[in-house]
């Protein structure tokens, strides 16, 4: 398979991290972005170029896209993968929780493929990470109001987006996760194992990712084996 430029968001953990390292192994040029770039920065490979960045933040919003522009020029796949997950009872939700929520969840996936778009061709591929709990008619669980909620909102955006670009693409799809083995599953339901790890979750997001453009636009994937 060709060699493509990828970007990913939320790369300092769980699947994010998974899916630099599955990346690159396969020969593939990825450009890591998370907060903490620590982890990633460790796997001191030639094909990863990392920094901080906090996607909700213009200033680094705007330093992704410059390194796009200067160092490679184009970007083949886009996968915003970082997500924020706020685990509260409704009545006890702050506005702030909310707010921070959907700055990663919505805005921060928007200003990022706002940011990478110019750089993308019509086979060029958006894959956006959400959740089983942003699905209409899905079960929901308590507590997950604000992280639930802003889930929805960018499988409509997906949905919205590939539309717009049908004619000239790139495509966008998104792909709603059920119960992953990973630090943010813990956080949401302590003490429960999921049956898919992160490695494997990633396995399957990469594949996707390089090859599900070919015959998806505009869809969202049910990726759940149990429920959560």
């Known amino acids: ?51 901080s960045c906090d996607i909700t933040d213009k200033k680094d919003v705007v330093r992704a896209r410059a390194f796009v522009q200067e160092k490679w020029g184009h970007v083949d796949v886009l996968i915003n993968n970082s997500g924020l997950l706020v685990n509260k009872p409704f009545a006890k939700l702050k506005w702030e929780d909310f707010q921070d929520s959907y700055a990663v969840n919505v805005f921060g996936a928007a200003a990022m493929t706002q940011a990478v778009l110019p750089f993308m061709k019509k086979d060029g591929h958006v894959v956006n990470i959400s959740s089983m709990g942003g699905i209409q008619g899905s079960l929901k669980f ?28 790139p495509s966008f799809n998104c792909l709603a996760l059920g119960a992953v083995q990973t630090e943010m599953l813990e956080e949401a339901f302590p003490g429960y194992k999921a049956p898919v790890t992160a490695k494997e979750m990633a396995q399957y997001i990469m594949d996707f990712s390089l090859t599900g453009h070919q015959m998806y636009n505009g869809k969202i994937l049910q990726v759940s084996s149990s429920t959560p």
């Open 1 to 51: 398979m060709k060699k493509k430029n990828i970007v990913i968001t939320g790369t300092s953990r769980g699947i994010g991290y998974e899916l630099v390292s599955l990346l690159t192994d396969a020969g593939h040029n990825v450009l890591a972005l998370s907060r903490d770039a620590a982890p990633v920065s460790g796997l001191e490979v030639s094909n990863c170029y990392c920094f």
């Open 142 to 169: 308590s507590g997950l109001a604000a992280y639930s909620s802003s889930k929805g909102a960018l499988i409509t955006l997906t949905e919205v987006l590939a539309e717009e670009y049908k004619e000239t693409g």
